[in-house]
């Protein structure tokens, strides 16, 4: 059975950081593109940034662009969003996803095949 469980989110002061973890199971994870996405209420999911299974290829929505990063680790099953300089708009509930697409980086959420519950990210001013 598929798992993609995300932890670290929380309630942070503007201009704070903090780091998601989103570990993978019952799935080839080094096979997937790994991605994040967001929700904010009243919104639809956007996608915030993605990595390529190989050769670590990346996309950032422009919103986050030098303000997030995006890694993981293909021994342990994981992947990791950075976030810095976190603003107030960044509030929403953000989720892990993987995509079996892997010869480019995908950034919509159709073309991702596994989720995450999503955990919350609040950002006060």
């Known amino acids: 059975e598929v798992h993609l469980v995300e932890s670290g989110g929380g309630l942070v002061q503007a201009g704070g950081s903090l780091r998601l973890s989103c570990a993978g199971s019952?799935?080839?994870?080094?096979?997937?593109?790994a991605g994040w996405f967001r929700q904010a209420p009243g919104k639809e999911r956007e996608g915030v940034s993605c990595?390529?299974?190989?050769?670590?290829?990346?996309y950032y929505a422009a919103s986050v662009k030098g303000r997030f990063t995006i890694s993981r680790d293909n021994v342990k099953n994981m992947m990791y969003l950075q976030m810095t300089n976190l603003k107030r708009e960044d509030t929403a509930v953000y989720y892990c996803?993987?995509?079996?697409?892997?010869?480019?980086?995908?950034?919509?959420?159709?073309?991702?095949?596994?989720w995450g519950q999503g955990t919350q990210v609040t950002v006060s001013s």
């Open positions: 996803a993987a995509s079996t697409l892997s010869t480019y980086t995908p950034a919509y959420a159709y073309e991702y095949h596994y």
């Open positions: 019952g799935f080839t994870f080094e096979d997937t593109t």
């Open positions: 990595i390529s299974p190989t050769d670590g290829s990346t």
